[in-house]
Every structure is written in structure tokens, then in C-alpha cells.
T-cell receptor
Framework: GAVVSQHPSRVICKSGTSVKIECRSL??????MFWYRQFPKQSLMLMAT?????????EQGVEKDKFLINHASLTLSTLTVTSAHPEDSSFYIC?????????????FGPGTRLLVL | SQQGEEDPQALSIQEGENATMNCSYK?????LQWYRQNSGRGLVHLIL?????REKHSGRLRVTLDTSKKSSSLLITASRAADTASYFC??????????FGPGTRLSVLP
């Protein structure tokens, strides 16, 4: 089946620093990837839609200058949390649609747990 | 915005029993999907049901969809301890993104 990886799986950083999270589709190409945020015991909230070769589309209330998204290839999207603060601590999950396959299904990565001290 | 609403929010059953989780939504949908999430992990796709379908099966899973009531149910039969996880429904409207419900936390006790 389709596999999506994320790196790193968990990261601890100091307040004010920037953190980059990678999302890769390992065995398929994805023109569209999605970034979600999940707080403990809560559901996933879509942050932005990442389109290969174009600007990301951000959901209402998500600061595009704080959460930088780059979708440079059909298999890689990155989310950079800039000037991270403790309130940015969360579980970040990406997903991808298979360009050639079953378009209705999103394949999810294992998530990245970010802790900002 | 969050569209799906799962019910119950938490469910605790004995191994071997059946578990039923419900999901309600507010707008028209193209399809509804159920996902499982083990604690601190990513989501695993379980089953997709389209708006013109009423019931689908996959192994021990049975999903129903009632578009007139804007609701869906996920039934897990003969539950196992390994089924312990959070279960989310996600709805997709034509050309729009997924909207996840708040999830049901299922605990299957051995």
C-alpha cells in the first residue's frame, strides 16, 4: 500500500527557533499533500493544502508566515514552524493523495510531535 | 471547520463484544471515510463509503451511511484488545478537503 513518511518523528526545540518537518510519499507521486495539527485527545485540524510547484492554500486562522510550506517535488513537502513558541507544541501530521491511484483516499504519515520549551 | 461529530466520545467494552460508533455531519458529502489512530501515531485508513452507497464491509468492520439523516456508523465485531484506538470519521465534499470529526476513543478490555 501507499506509504507516507515524516521526519523527524519527534523534536524538542527552544522558543524562538525554527523547525522543519518533512513529509515524503515513498512509493507514489502526490501533487497534493495536506498538513494537519492535532492537540492531545482532539481531532485533526487541517492547516494547509500543499500543491506541488505552487503556493500552499492555508485554512482560515493559520498564519502562512509562521507555518511555511514548500512542496518542491511530487514526493516531498516540508512544513517549517518559524520562531516557534510553546503554544506551537502539538502533533503535526501530513497526508498525501496518490496522483495515479485511488484519489479519494488520503494516506497519512506517522506524525511529528513538536515540543517547544 | 469541524463537520463530523462522533458518538460516543469514549467507549469501553470487553474483548469479544461488538463496538458501534456513530458519526453525524452537516453538509452534503461525496464520501465518508473512517480512520483509526493508535495513541501518538498516524492515521490508518479503514474504509470509504460513497454517498450513493448504504453499507460496506471489510473483515470485521461494517460501515453504514444514511444520507437522509447525515449519519454513518462503524461496527467492529468480535473486538480484540488490539482494536483499542481512536476512530475518526472524515467527510469529503466535492472538490473540498477532508473534515474530521472529534473521534471516539475505544478501549477493548481483555
Amino acid at each position: 500500500g501507499a506509504v507516507v513518511s515524516q521526519h523527524p518523528s519527534r523534536v524538542i526545540c527552544k522558543s524562538g527557533t525554527s523547525v522543519k518537518i518533512e513529509c515524503r510519499s515513498l512509493d507514489f507521486q502526490a501533487t497534493t499533500m495536506f498538513w494537519y495539527r492535532q492537540f492531545p485527545k482532539q481531532s485533526l485540524m487541517l492547516m494547509a493544502t500543499s500543491n506541488e510547484g505552487s503556493k500552499a492554500t492555508y485554512e482560515q486562522g493559520v498564519e502562512k508566515d509562521k507555518f511555511l510550506i514548500n512542496h518542491a517535488s511530487l514526493t516531498l513537502s516540508t512544513l517549517t514552524v518559524t520562531s516557534a513558541h510553546p503554544e506551537d507544541s502539538s502533533f503535526y501530521i501530513c497526508s498525501a493523495r496518490d496522483l495515479a491511484g485511488y484519489q479519494e483516499t488520503q494516506y497519512f504519515g506517522p506524525g511529528t510531535r513538536l515540543l517547544v520549551l | 471547520s469541524q463537520q463530523g461529530e462522533e458518538d460516543p466520545q469514549a467507549l469501553s467494552i470487553q474483548e469479544g463484544e461488538n463496538a458501534t460508533m456513530n458519526c453525524s455531519y452537516k453538509t452534503s458529502i461525496n464520501n465518508l471515510q473512517w480512520y483509526r489512530q493508535n495513541s501518538g501515531r498516524g492515521l490508518v485508513h479503514l474504509i470509504l463509503i460513497r454517498s450513493n452507497e448504504r453499507e460496506k464491509h471489510s473483515g470485521r468492520l461494517r460501515v453504514t451511511l444514511d444520507t437522509s439523516k447525515k449519519s454513518s456508523s462503524l461496527l467492529i465485531t468480535a473486538s480484540r484488545a488490539a482494536d483499542t484506538a481512536s476512530y475518526f470519521c472524515a467527510t469529503e465534499n466535492y472538490g473540498q478537503n477532508f473534515v474530521f470529526g472529534p473521534g471516539t476513543r475505544l478501549s477493548v478490555l481483555p
